[in-house]
């Protein structure tokens, strides 16, 4: 009977890895290419397990647009490399780079955030 609980167990600690380990795949984003944005915060979600925010950029014709980062680092580590809620609010020019989703290339993975006083985070 140990020997059955001990075979569940194990099966189930596998799914749950392997579940997890899923979730934390990029394979859903083109990191061969990064798009350099230039813009103003519009929104943020500062938070774990990742951040989102959208960002305002104005285009070569003078048009406004949002740029959607559907992901980028958790916040712990962006805090840690000096990106704080202080510094990446809502108004606050940003230089960034992102990797376009395959299924949707008009949202993005951000890959590096660098704030107004050169303070930057890239992975």
């Keep these: ?4 609980f001990r075979g569940l167990g194990l099966a189930l600690g596998m799914l749950l890895t ?4 899923a979730h934390h795949s990029f394979a859903i984003f083109d990191f ?4 350099p944005f230039e813009g103003v915060v519009d929104t943020i979600k500062f938070r774990n397990p990742h951040i989102e925010m959208t ?3 104005v285009d070569a ?6 740029v959607h980062f559907i992901e980028g680092a958790p916040a712990n580590i962006l805090v840690r490399g000096g990106i704080t809620p202080d510094n990446v609010k809502p108004g606050s020019k ?8 395959l299924e949707d290339p008009s949202k993005f993975f ?3 955030i660098r704030t107004e006083d050169g ?3 890239s992975n």
Excluded: F, H
């Design 94 to 101: 940003l230089w960034t780079e992102g990797s376009p989703l």
């Design 1 to 4: 009977m140990k020997a059955l």
């Design 110 to 112: 951000l890959r590096t």
């Design 18 to 21: 392997t579940a997890a380990l």
């Design 61 to 66: 014709d003078g048009n406004e647009k949002i």
């Design 32 to 35: 061969q290419t990064k798009v």
């Design 55 to 57: 960002l305002k950029t």
């Design 119 to 121: 303070t930057e985070y």
